[in-house]
């Protein structure tokens, strides 16, 4: 049983119509909604950045089963991880089953202009996840917690109001580390489509195992995974909506350090259209889309959730859901 959800860009709308697309993907037979949590967008022209926990709240409360979560939230910097555990464990309480937390270690983009930090080295971001991730779950299932890590601190922490049902933590993986971790800790796993295919195959999804059997877990947990799709019955529309996320495309050489949207914007601009593409599955085809899709069903992707580069939002929902949807139901 393969899970569809839809990815709500809060790089790119702004609250209100975001809500309303996210409502529409709940109305045309989506199962999730999941929403980018950002301080900066990575364009200063056009873009946007809502702050995506009091929108979760907004959604839970016009919406009535999708699962709400974040792809991906970074529980280091501009949160405390406490404050992570009181914030979902109210949303757990508001909405029953429905809320999941997506985390990952962050990028620059975000959190230095929040903050004003020195951005640190991987080795740190990944450190200061774990501890973080380890801090969440005492305060979600302890009633006093006083810890003392290198890098958090809490005293006698109590979180009054939890979910009886527990809220899942997804973890977003870009190499092996983070991967085998996701397994060991998460009760899902998380990843972007349009990348190299060894990724998956050599690198992301064989440490998963290991992390799974690690925590003896093997071949439990969701994988989920960000698919890039334009989709259009116009292919020129298509391909060029992909241009407002030409970002995407950038190696992590190119945006290393990148902290004002301005110049990511500048960055993103001066790619051609080609490679701006390059990182989304471009068709008209249904047909085409499923077969594309399907592949990565095949590797074991078991939540897909469609991120569409167009302005026109409600557009996609429409086409997606009555041309493409019905298939991928039929085949998975």
């Not at 200063?44 to 699962?67: C, K, N």
């Not at 077969?291 to 167009?310: K, M, Q, T, W």
Request: proline content about 5%.
């Amino acid at each position: 049983m393969v899970t569809i959800g839809y990815k709500a860009s809060s790089e790119q709308f702004g609250s209100r119509e975001l809500l309303g697309y996210a409502q529409l993907a709940e109305r045309v037979g989506m199962d999730s909604v999941w929403i980018s949590d950002h301080f900066q967008p990575f364009r200063h022209t056009g873009g946007q950045a809502p702050f995506s926990l009091a929108w979760m709240g907004a959604l839970g409360a016009s919406t009535s089963r999708i699962q709400i979560g974040t792809s991906v939230l970074t529980p280091t910097f501009r949160y405390h991880p406490a404050i992570v555990a009181q914030a979902f464990a109210t949303l757990g309480s508001l909405f029953p089953g429905r809320i999941a937390l997506g985390m990952g270690t962050g990028e620059s983009l975000n959190e230095v202009p929040a903050t004003g930090l020195l951005w640190p080295e991987q080795k740190e971001r990944t450190a200061r996840f774990k501890e973080a991730v380890e801090l969440i779950g005492r305060l979600w299932s302890e009633e006093r917690v006083s810890y003392r890590g290198k890098y958090y601190t809490t005293e006698k922490a109590t979180i009054y109001d939890r979910p009886y049902t527990p809220v899942p933590i997804f973890i977003a993986a870009a190499g092996p580390v983070m991967a085998r971790f996701a397994g060991e800790k998460g009760q899902g796993f998380i990843c972007t489509s349009g990348k190299n295919w060894d990724l998956y195959t050599e690198i992301l999804l064989p440490n998963l195992a290991i992390g799974l059997e690690n925590a003896g877990r093997l071949g439990s947990g969701e994988r989920m995974i960000e698919m890039k799709v334009s989709f259009d019955t116009d292919i020129d529309r298509a391909l060029n909506d992909t241009r407002f996320w030409a970002a995407l495309a950038l190696t992590p050489e190119e945006k290393m350090n990148v902290e004002d949207p301005s110049d990511m914007e500048r960055l993103a601009d001066a790619l051609p259209l080609e490679r701006a593409a390059s990182r989304w599955i471009v068709t008209s085809d249904p047909r085409k889309m499923t077969e594309s899709i399907a592949r990565y069903v095949e590797l074991g992707f078991n939540h897909l959730v469609f991120h569409a580069p167009g302005a026109d939002q409600a557009r996609f929902l429409t086409l997606f859901s009555e041309q493409v949807l019905p298939l991928l139901r039929e085949r998975f």
